[in-house]
C-alpha cells in the first residue's frame, strides 16, 4: 500500500495536449475516481501512473519512490482494463497465476493464492476454462482476481465496470467498493459515469480537456463546484444555466435573464461585486433545487410547461421561460399540461453564480 | 433446383475437372507400367495396377528419391522455422515499437519483395561462393529464409496491429519483459496465422526448383524437385517414373496443408482471437 503523488504532469500526443501540468495526492488506502468526458485526459493520467505511457513534464511518484524511470513491472501496480485483456489462450487459472509466475514465486505458493483469490471473488469453479468460456462478469472478476493475486500497492481501474449490463455494473459497483474497503489498497479508478464517481469514490478529480477542475468529496463536487465544467457535469439531469447580466437599481442588486429578474440578497450581490470579471453572469440552479407552482407564488417567475419526463415517483418538467428551457425534478403533480402556465421559484441557499467570461464559481 | 444453381454446378463442375484432370493423368500414369501409357494414359486397355514405379524411383541406383526427400526435409523445415523466428520479431517490433526511419525501413522491405529470384541471381551466386556455401544445404537454407523475411514480416506485421495491445500491456503490468511479452502472450495468441505462415513457406520452399538448381551442384544433395527430371532418361522419356516421382514429391505440400488447415483458414479470414 502506498501514497501516489503526480506532480505536474504533462503529456502530448502530437499537437495534442491529453494531460496538462495536473498535479494530484492520492492518500495510501484511498479510493479515488478519475472523472471527465472522453478525451478528458483521465485515461492517459492513469496510463501515465501505470508507466504504460511516458510522461512529457512532471514526476509521478509511488510510496515515496519517484517512478517515472520505471518500467510497468517495477512499480508494484496492478491495473484493470476496460476490456479485462485476459490473456486468451491461457485458463483462468494461469491468468491469474501470470503476475505471480512472472515474480518467479514457488508453485506452492501461487497455487494458494490464485486459490485465495478465487475463493474471495467466487470464482472458484471457474478456474479450469478459458476466457471464451465465461459471461462478461465472469471475465470481470477474472481480471480483478489477476490484479488482487499479487497485492499490489496500487489498484489502477480503467472503466473496468463499463462493458458490464446495467444491472451487473450496480452489483459490480458495490462488491467492488467493499472490496476496496477490506483490502485498503490505494486505488485510482477512471470512468465518465458520474455516478459510479459519486457512490464509490472517497475523493473524484474532475478533469476536462487535461485540466484538472475540482478535485474534492463527492458531497463537495456536488454542492460547491468549482467551475461551470464540474456544476454542469455532475448531476442528473445536470444544472440549468442561464445568462444574465449584473443590474443595480435603487442600491439593490438583481440578475437580469431579459425574461426574469432575479433579485441578489445583499451577501450575494457582494460578493459578485467582488469576484465577477464583468457584468456577464451565469445562473445556476439544478432541478431538484426548483420548486415548481400551480399558482402564482411571491418571487415566482412565471412560464409554461414545455415537455413532461415521468420517472415514476418524480418528474421532470421541462419549463419555458422566455427563450430558456429550465429542466424542473418535483414531485408528481397532478395533470399537467403542456403550454399550461406554471410559476417556479429557486431554492436560494442553492443558487449559483459562475463568471461567465472566466467559468469559475462565484457563490 | 433452379436453371441458375444447375448453370452454377456445371460451371463449377468444369472448372474442377479442367484443375483435375492433369493430376489424375499423373497418378494413373504413375501405377501403370510404362508400355501400358506409352501411348497416353487415357488408353485403358489393358490396365495393370503397379507401384514398380514408386519403388524404382524410391530406390534408384543413381538419384534415389528417398535421399532427395531428406535432402528437401533438411532444407525446408530449418528454412521455414528460421524465417518465421526472424521475421516474427521484426515484424512485433514494426507493429508496436517506434524507432528511427520506421516507415522507411518498413516500406523497403516491403518493396524487396517485388525482386524476382533470377533478377538476383548472380549476385546471390558470387555472393555465397565468397562465404563458401556454393553446393551447401545451409547456403540454400539461408537464402531460402531471407526471402521469405520480406512477406513474412509483411503479412504477421498485420496480423500483430489487430491484436489487442491491452492484453500485452496487461503483461507488461504483471512483470513480463519484452521477449516474455512476445514469447508467452503475443506467439500463442498467434498461432494461427504462424501456422499459415509455416504451410505456404514450406511449400515455397519444398516446390523451389530455381534456388536449387543453381546451388546444389552435386547429385547427393540433390532436392526432389530436381531429382524429378533425373528420370527422363536419355533415350526415351520413363513417364511412369517421373509420373511416380511427381506424386510423391507433390504429397507432401498437401499433406502439410492438410495437417495446417484447421489453422490455415482460420489465419487466412484473419481469425483475431476475441480478447
Given at each position: 500500500m502506498a501514497r501516489v503523488a503526480v506532480r505536474n504532469l504533462t503529456k502530448k500526443f502530437g499537437n495534442v495536449t491529453?494531460?496538462?501540468r495536473l498535479t494530484l495526492d492520492v492518500r495510501d488506502g484511498e479510493f479515488v475516481v478519475l472523472l471527465?468526458?472522453?478525451?478528458?485526459?483521465k485515461t492517459t493520467t492513469l496510463r501515465c501512473i501505470a508507466g504504460l505511457e511516458a510522461p512529457d513534464e512532471g514526476e509521478i511518484y509511488i510510496g515515496d519512490k519517484?517512478?517515472?524511470?520505471?518500467?510497468p513491472k517495477d512499480r508494484n501496480i496492478a491495473m484493470v482494463f476496460q476490456s479485462y485483456a485476459?490473456?486468451?489462450?491461457?485458463k483462468v487459472y494461469d491468468n491469474i497465476a501470470f503476475p505471480l509466475k512472472m515474480r518467479k514465486y514457488p508453485k506452492s505458493e501461487i497455487d494458494r493464492r490464485v486459490r485465495e483469490v478465487a475463493r474471495l471473488l467466487k470464482i472458484e469453479e471457474l478456474l479450469?476454462?478459458?476466457?471464451?468460456?465465461?459471461s462478461g462478469g465472469q471475465q470481470q472478476r477474472v481480471a480483478l482476481g489477476r490484479a488482487l493475486?499479487?497485492?499490489?500497492?496500487v489498484f489502477l481501474m480503467d472503466?473496468?465496470?463499463?462493458?458490464?449490463?446495467a444491472k451487473l455494473r450496480v452489483y459490480m459497483r458495490a462488491e467492488l467498493k467493499r472490496l476496496q474497503r477490506e483490502l485498503k489498497v490505494t486505488t485510482i479508478y477512471v470512468t465518465h459515469d458520474q455516478v459510479e464517481a459519486m457512490t464509490m469514490a472517497d475523493r473524484i478529480a474532475v478533469m476536462n480537456n487535461g485540466v484538472l477542475q475540482q478535485y474534492a468529496e463527492a458531497s463537495e463536487i456536488y454542492s460547491?463546484?468549482?467551475?461551470v465544467f464540474v456544476a454542469g457535469f455532475i448531476g442528473s439531469p445536470p444544472m440549468n444555466f442561464i445568462e444574465c447580466t449584473l443590474v443595480e437599481e435603487q442600491g439593490e442588486a438583481y440578475l437580469d435573464a431579459g425574461a426574469f429578474r432575479y433579485k441578489l440578497s445583499e451577501e450575494q450581490a457582494k460578493l459578485v461585486r467582488e469576484?465577477?470579471?464583468?457584468s456577464e453572469l451565469l445562473l445556476g440552479v439544478r432541478p431538484e433545487h426548483i420548486t415548481l407552482h400551480l399558482k402564482p407564488v411571491e418571487e415566482g417567475i412565471k412560464g409554461r410547461v414545455y415537455v413532461v419526463e415521468p420517472l415514476g415517483a418524480e418528474l421532470i418538467v421541462n419549463v419555458k421561460i422566455g427563450e430558456s428551457i429550465l429542466k424542473v425534478k418535483t414531485p408528481v403533480h397532478g395533470e399537467l399540461k403542456v403550454d399550461q402556465e406554471v410559476w417556479v421559484s429557486f431554492n436560494r441557499d442553492r443558487v449559483y453564480i459562475f463568471d461567465k467570461r472566466t467559468e469559475e464559481s462565484i457563490i | 433446383m433452379s436453371r441458375k444453381r444447375v448453370l452454377i454446378h456445371v460451371v463449377a463442375w468444369s472448372i474442377a475437372l479442367i484443375w483435375i484432370i492433369p493430376y489424375l493423368g499423373v497418378f494413373i500414369a504413375s501405377v501403370r507400367p510404362y508400355s501400358e501409357i506409352?501411348?497416353?494414359?487415357?488408353?485403358?486397355?489393358p490396365f495393370t495396377l503397379t507401384l514398380d514405379s514408386y519403388s524404382a524411383v524410391w530406390n534408384?541406383?543413381?538419384?534415389p528419391l528417398k535421399r532427395a526427400f531428406v535432402n528437401s526435409i533438411l532444407i525446408a523445415i530449418p528454412a521455414t522455422i528460421i524465417p518465421i523466428l526472424v521475421a516474427s520479431l521484426a515484424a512485433y517490433s514494426f507493429a508496436r515499437f517506434s524507432f528511427p526511419v520506421k516507415d522507411m525501413l518498413f516500406l523497403t522491405i516491403v518493396a524487396l519483395m517485388?525482386?524476382?529470384q533470377q533478377v538476383v541471381i548472380i549476385p546471390v551466386f558470387f555472393l555465397m561462393s565468397d562465404m563458401g556455401l556454393i553446393n551447401t544445404r545451409l547456403g540454400l537454407i539461408l537464402l531460402h529464409s531471407s526471402f521469405g523475411l520480406p512477406w513474412i514480416i509483411l503479412f504477421l506485421r498485420n496480423f500483430f496491429m489487430t491484436l489487442p495491445v491491452e492484453v500485452e500491456e496487461a503483461a507488461r503490468i504483471d512483470g513480463a519483459s519484452d521477449f516474455q511479452v512476445y514469447f508467452r502472450i503475443v506467439m500463442p495468441m498467434s498461432l494461427p496465422a504462424l501456422a499459415s505462415i509455416a504451410a505456404l513457406q514450406f511449400n515455397w520452399v519444398w516446390n523451389d526448383f530455381f534456388f536449387a538448381l543453381i546451388l546444389l551442384l552435386s547429385p547427393d544433395k540433390y532436392v526432389v524437385t530436381q531429382t524429378?527430371?533425373?528420370?527422363?532418361?536419355r533415350y526415351l522419356i520413363s513417364w511412369d517414373k517421373v509420373a511416380a516421382a511427381s506424386i510423391l514429391d507433390m504429397s507432401v505440400p498437401l499433406v502439410v496443408f492438410a495437417l495446417l488447415q484447421k489453422w490455415y483458414v482460420k489465419g487466412v479470414v484473419g481469425g483475431v482471437i476475441k480478447g
Open positions: 491529453a494531460v496538462n471527465g468526458p472522453s478525451g478528458c485526459g519517484l517512478v517515472n524511470e520505471l518500467p485476459l490473456y486468451p489462450h491461457m479450469d476454462r478459458k476466457p471464451k468460456q465465461l493475486v499479487r497485492e499490489p500497492d472503466e473496468p465496470l463499463s462493458n458490464l449490463d460547491r463546484p468549482s467551475t469576484k465577477a470579471s464583468s | 506409352v501411348d497416353g494414359w487415357w488408353n485403358l486397355h534408384h541406383k543413381t538419384y517485388s525482386l524476382p524429378i527430371p533425373m528420370f527422363i532418361g
